[in-house]
Structure formats: C-alpha cells, structure tokens
C-alpha cells in the first residue's frame, strides 16, 4: 500500500527542548493575543505558543506572535546611550548619567529661552500602561510642556473624538463575544484577516457556527472582502454618505428602534432632518455603492435582532474620520444597537496598547480620562501627585500633526521621540525630514539604533524591548493583560519606565512626585485614580481597582470596568448595557453629519487614487519584522498593488518598477497586477521606509486631527531599462535592510 496512515511517515517537529514556559502579552497589534515564551535550560528563549486558556486567542497566534520570540538579539539593537560630538556629526558612546543630564540640561535650556512649551514630546501606543502613566506625570508634572502627544494622533484619534462625541467618553463599548451573538455584521475600512487574525479567527468561528450576513466595505477587494457576503466597494473618503443614505432608508421605512431612540438619545430630529438630502438615489453617486445595494444592507441591518459594525483605519485615518465614527454610532443608536450582546459600535484598535495611551498616558489630558479643562480634575491630579494645580495648562496643546508644522515655524526647538518612527510614519516625508534638521535638540528614545529617526538625533536612548520589561495593556475589547519580564534587558539598553524615572530626578517637581521603583506600584497608584465619580457624578467607567497583577495572570486578561468588592465575576464584558450614557444628560448624542468633499482627488495629472495600509507578516516602519527572516521573506521589497487593466494601458508591465509622482513627492515601487484594487486606484503597504509617505498628503480631520493616509492623488511613469536595473540593485540593498 502507497497511500494510508498506516504507512506514512509522521512529520515530526524537531524539539525545541523548552525547560520552562513564561506567561506574557503579544507587542504588536491590538488585538491582545495571550502567549506563552518557551525558554530552554539555558533560559534563552526558543519559540513562542498562544495560551490555550486565555478568552482572547485560544491558544491562537499569527506569524507575527509565532516569531516574536526571534526579536531580542535582532541586528541593530541599540547597546549604549549615543551622543553626537560638538560639530552634530559622529555618534559616540556615553553613560547613561551623561546623557540624561544632557537632555534634561537642554530640555531646560530651550524652555528658559522660549518658553515651556517649545520643547515637545510624541509617543506611541506601545508602551506598557504603567510607562504611559509615568511619562505623563514626567510630561505634566514635571518638564511642563503642553505639546505632547502620541503617534494615536495618526492612528486612534478619531475613534477617540467619535467616541467622546457620542457617549461622552472615549472607550470601545463591545467585545469580540459579539461575534458569538450578532445577526448582521458591517466592517468598515478593516482588513480583519491580515490586519488582527486572531479577532478573525473568533469571527471565523463564530460564523461557522451561527450563519449571519457579513458585509465589507472598502475601496480594496481586500482578503477580508472576498470572505464577505455583500462587499461594498466604496468611492474613498465617502462612507458618510453611505451611512446618511442607509439612515434615510431606515428612517423612512420606519425600521428606526424608536423605543430605544426616546428612551437614551437625543438630538434624533436633527438625524431626521439632515438624512432625507441623502436618498439611496443621490447618494450612490458619491458613495460609488448602487442604490438597491444601499437598501439592502439598511434593511438587513435594521431588521437584523443585533446587528454590530466594525472599523478601523479605512474611517479614522480620514478628513472624516471623526464624524464617520459618530455616525457609526449614529446607525447603531437609532436601530437600537448600544450596549446588548451582539449589538454594538465596536472600534478595532490598532496598536497592542493604543488603549493604555489614551487611558493613562495624559497625551490628551490628564490620566485615567481626565480633562485639562476641568478645574476639578486638575486639582484632583496635582493634589493626588502632591504639586500646585496652576503647573497644568489649562488646555489640551499641539497633536503630533500640528507639532511638525509648529518645528517649521520655528514654535518648537526640541522633541523627544518615544516609541515611533514619524520618518516613516507620518504624511509627506519631504516635509518631516526639514522639520527635523530645523531642531536644536533631538532625543530618541528606541529599541533600535538604526531607526530612521535617529539620522536626525543629537541624543539616542537605547530601549529594552517587549517581555525585557514589565507591566500592561489594554486590548481593542479594554482587556487588561500583563506583559512579563522574562529575559534581562538586552546589553545597556534600559526599560522605557526606568528611563522616565530617571529624568524625572533632574526636574524640581520629580524630587515632589512620588515616582515609584517598580511597575506593580505604579499599577496600584492607577487603581487609586480609577475609582470613584466624574465630573457629572457618575461612576468612573474606567475603573480597575479591582484587578491587581496576580489576578490579571489568574484570568488571562480582565475586562474595566472592573471595580473593587466584584470579586465574583471578571470584568465587564460590555459598556452601557443600561442605556445610560457618561453625558451631562445621561442620554447619547445623535449627531447630523453633513459630508464635504475636500479630499484630492485624481485628475489629468495624477490620475490614480492612492491608498495604503498593510500587510499581514509586517508591522508598521518593519524596525521588528522586517529583522526577522521569516516576516520579511514576504514582501521585502517595497511594492505596489495595480489593476491589470490599468497596467496594459501604460504598458506596465507584472514585477517591473515604476515611478509615482504626487504633488508632494515620488518614490519608485515594483508592481504587483492584481484584480484587488479598482482601475483608477493602486494601493501601497507603508511598511517601507522612503516609500508611500513621501508621496502622501495628509489632510487633517478638523476633530481629531488625524491625517487622511488613505486618500490622495499619483501619476504612474513607466522606467526605462537603465532606471529598472537601479531601481532592483537599491532594492537588494533595502532588502538586507
Ligand atoms: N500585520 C499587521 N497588523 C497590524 C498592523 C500592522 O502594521 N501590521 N498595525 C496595527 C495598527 S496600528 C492598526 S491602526 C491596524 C490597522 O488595521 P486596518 O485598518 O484593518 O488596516 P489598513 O490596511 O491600514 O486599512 C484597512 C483598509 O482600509 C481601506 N480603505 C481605504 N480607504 C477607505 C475608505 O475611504 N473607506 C473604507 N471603508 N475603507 C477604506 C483600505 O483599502 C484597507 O484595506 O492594524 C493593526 N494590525
Ligand atoms: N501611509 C500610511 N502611513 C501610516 C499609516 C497608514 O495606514 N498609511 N498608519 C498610521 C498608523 S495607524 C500608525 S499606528 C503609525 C505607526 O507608526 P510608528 O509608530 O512610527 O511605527 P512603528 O514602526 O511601530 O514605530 C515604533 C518604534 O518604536 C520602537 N519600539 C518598539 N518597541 C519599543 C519599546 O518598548 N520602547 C521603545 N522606546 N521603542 C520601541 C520600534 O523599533 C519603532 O522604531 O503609522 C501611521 N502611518
Ligand atoms: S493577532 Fe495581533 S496580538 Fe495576536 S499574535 Fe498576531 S500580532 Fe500578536
Ligand atoms: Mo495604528
């Protein structure tokens, strides 16, 4: 017999003889997989697995989790402080004393000449929670600069302004056991496949078991469209007008749940009012999504028992990226799906702890969703930390996109970068790269030396990374999960949280806070600001005074709220279950969202929409994935997805490079002919470094202040033979990174 078990050979997995396994929280995407680190007998780290007992992953992992383990001694760690000699030119190694006493004596410096604010700080959404906290009692309490801010401005932001908008608090209300329970399900601009697998995987599961409609909206036919049962290819930058439109039909058709409506909203009328200028019939022109689609899905979604809707960065990285998320909401409210399993506005988030920096971080305000407007929370605050409440400013200052255009015109001298890379990062490269060489003073703070930032730095802080360090997150469903020091930090590198302690010693006010030595401390000073009423004497929602570190393991991740004396159950699974809303009335906000067309659009000279975002095996500016082989064997080389037809028409030709030329910038891509994009769009991943933002233009949301990525205008030029062989020899190079 050739064929049968009998006789075929078993695979075997050769062994990687882990002595012992340590519990921690994947580093990457929000999603907040549960995963266990197999150290051998000589603790060196060997492989990864997914915790079979945590709620979230199930014992599941994607290729990113898989390898994560392969990042401590990846090339380019950083191993000791750098400092610049006198002529800005050579790095040379220096003593941590040395440069914390640099930086502080400059910080101090530039904010005596011109004022507190010309010093700005921007980090990211992936620290650890307890970092989060410490650095805004640094940012706030101490140095005093109002311009400080977090690479979320590029990310979150909207969905935090929507949310605020709507509720009155920022805060994902759902969770991802929705899946298990909801009749209809809308994604909007979210490639859940590549984008969060492991959320898919629970999707996955629960339509295996329950059959609902699924429904996809993105320009892209993305993976996760062509598992969708209806994909709405929307014209970019428009899904307002499809939501205005599927409201008027519900509306008219008087399938609105207007029980729940009188009961919890207000503001309907004006909902009315504003939605009977969008009829399926007007609407499908702008939106690109023909009228007998447009009524389809409103009715399925209305009539649905529970319908949910999902988004990510195809609504928030847009000019109406907050006023999609409010009428997100807007649909969810008026058909009743607020608060009750299976019915929810649920906001994928995008960092592994994109949640703790608009929790605790202070970026926007003061922590634990604090306001620097209220009086009350200021004084709240400096008493809690033990200094004068007038140290605060008394508003919210510069978000990340403003602070570049405040270095151009000369408002900011000095920047602190933690945790993010804007050279890769943020819109219009060119303009970055200027704003950087105009600063007296840079400091980096990151894992890596060879972080395109640091080609601009005077100072370079070298970072321990993920499971060098300790504390947590907060997932995209507000799970809280701990993060374990498992391994020392590597070489000279120093944990983020010890780094801000240190500062903290060289400002007048770090020697009046209590800075505490260990992150578990840190945790239980959170708990305490987490409890008790807000503004409108209401209970804090975000409330984690009953967790503690040993719980958090125990349970694999806890839901807030979760308050002191609920022993008996974990967390709090969703927000407004009762209806009541965080709002000075108790009741939702509906809010009429008129749309404006401001976008770029193609023309006769850039006649491509150009759209980015990302792939599966990669995160963000690749300083991680695009180090560990198995990642980056996939798409090493910067790329471009374009339409087949489109191509023959320029005569371009699969896997040949070519030039796109913006009005901003150009950068050379190989292309990849695939049917996923329409005709007149190509889409890049902005994984790679001199690539999709130089081209980009990044209009700003008026709310929320995050940059449109996804909606500009490009001009393809085909590559003569000569520029095609340079084009390959650069991207070998890139490719060795
Ligand atoms: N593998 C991997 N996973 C990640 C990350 C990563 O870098 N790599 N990053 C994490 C982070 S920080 C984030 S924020 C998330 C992002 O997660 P996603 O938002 O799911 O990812 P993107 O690819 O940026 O964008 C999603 C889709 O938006 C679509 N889109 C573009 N314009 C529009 C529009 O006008 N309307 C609609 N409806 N859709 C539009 C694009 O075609 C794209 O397919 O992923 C997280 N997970
Ligand atoms: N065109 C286009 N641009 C985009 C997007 C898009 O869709 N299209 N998406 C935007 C979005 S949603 C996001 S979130 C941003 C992300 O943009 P960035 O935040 O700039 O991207 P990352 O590469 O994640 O940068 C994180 C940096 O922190 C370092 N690092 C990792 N761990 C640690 C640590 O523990 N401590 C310290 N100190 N450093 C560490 C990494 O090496 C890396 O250099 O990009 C935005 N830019
Ligand atoms: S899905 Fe996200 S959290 Fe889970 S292993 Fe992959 S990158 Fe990590
Ligand atoms: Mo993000």
Known sequence: ?????????????????????????????????????????????????????????????????????????????????????????????????????????????????????????????????????????????????????????????????????????????????????????????????????????????????????????????????????????????????????????????????????????????????????????????????????????????????????????GINQSTHGSDGVANINNLNLITGNIGKKGGTSLSITGQCNAMGTREWSSCSGLPGYRYLENPQDRQDIADFWGIDPEFFPKHRGLAETDIFPAIETGEIKGLWIVCTNPMTSMPNTGRIRKALEKLDFLVVQDVYTDVEMNQYSHVYFPASVWSEKEGCHTNTERRVNLISKVFPSYANSKPDFWIFNQMAKRFDNGKIINFPDTPEEVFEEMKQLSKGTTKYGKQRTLDISGMSYDKIKQAKGIQWPFREGEEGIIGSPRLYTDGKFPTESGKANLIPIKFFNNNEQPCNDYPFWLNSGRVVEHFHSRTRTGKIGNCNKFSPTPYMEMNPDAAS??????????????????????????????????????????????????????????????????????????????????????RAF
């Open 649 to 734: 028409d320029l005569g371009v030709e699969h896997q040949s490079y070519v030039r796109l030329t913006s009005r901003r910038g150009d950068a050379v891509v190989m292309v990849q002919l695939t049917q996923r994009v329409p005709r007149n769009m190509v889409f890049i991943p902005f994984h790679y470094h001199d690539c999709v933002n130089r081209l980009t233009l990044g209009l700003l949301d008026p709310h929320s202040r995050q940059p449109a990525f996804k909606q500009c205008s490009v001009r393809i030029e085909v590559l003569d033979t000569e520029q095609q062989k340079e084009a390959a020899q650069l991207n070998v190079e890139r």
């Open 1 to 313: 017999m050739l064929f049968g078990r009998k006789n075929r050979k078993p695979i075997s997995i050769p062994s990687k003889k882990v002595k012992e396994w340590k519990y921690t929280t994947c580093n990457y995407c929000s999603t907040g997989c549960s995963i266990e680190i197999g150290l051998d007998e000589n603790k060196k780290m060997v492989t990864t697995r997914g915790n079979a007992g945590a709620d979230v992953n199930r014992g599941k992992l994607c290729i990113k989790g898989l390898l994560e383990y392969e990042l401590f001694d990846s090339p380019g760690r950083g191993t000791e402080p750098l400092i610049r000699d006198k002529h800005h030119h050579e790095f040379k190694e220096t003593t941590w004393d040395n440069a914390l006493d640099t930086t502080a004596n400059k910080i101090k410096d530039i904010q005596t000449k011109f004022g507190k604010d010309a010093f700005a700080i921007v980090s990211s959404g992936q620290l650890l929670t307890e970092e989060f906290y410490t650095l805004g009692k640094l940012a706030r309490g101490c140095i005093g600069t109002n311009n400080y801010d977090g690479n979320t401005t590029l990310c979150m932001a909207s969905a935090v302004s929507g949310y605020k908008r709507t509720f009155g608090l920022d805060g994902p209300p759902g969770c991802y056991d929705d899946f298990s329970h909801t009749h209809c399900l809308i994604a909007f601009g979210s490639n859940l496949p590549e984008q969060h697998p492991v959320i898919y995987w629970r999707l996955k599961e629960a339509l295996e078991k329950r059959k609902f409609p699924l429904i996809v909206v993105d320009p892209r036919v993305t993976m996760f469209a062509q598992f969708a049962d209806i994909h709405l290819p929307i014209t970019p930058g428009t899904d307002c007008v499809l939501i205005n439109s599927m409201m008027y039909v519900i509306i008219n058709e008087g399938l609105q749940d207007q029980e729940y409506i009188d009961a919890n909203t207000q503001g309907y009328e004006e909902v009315k009012a504003l939605v009977q200028d969008y009829d399926p019939k007007s609407a499908q022109h702008i939106c690109g999504i023909d009228e007998d689609k447009i009524r389809t899905v409103a009715r399925l979604y209305a009539k649905a028992p529970a319908a949910m809707s999902i988004w990510t960065m």
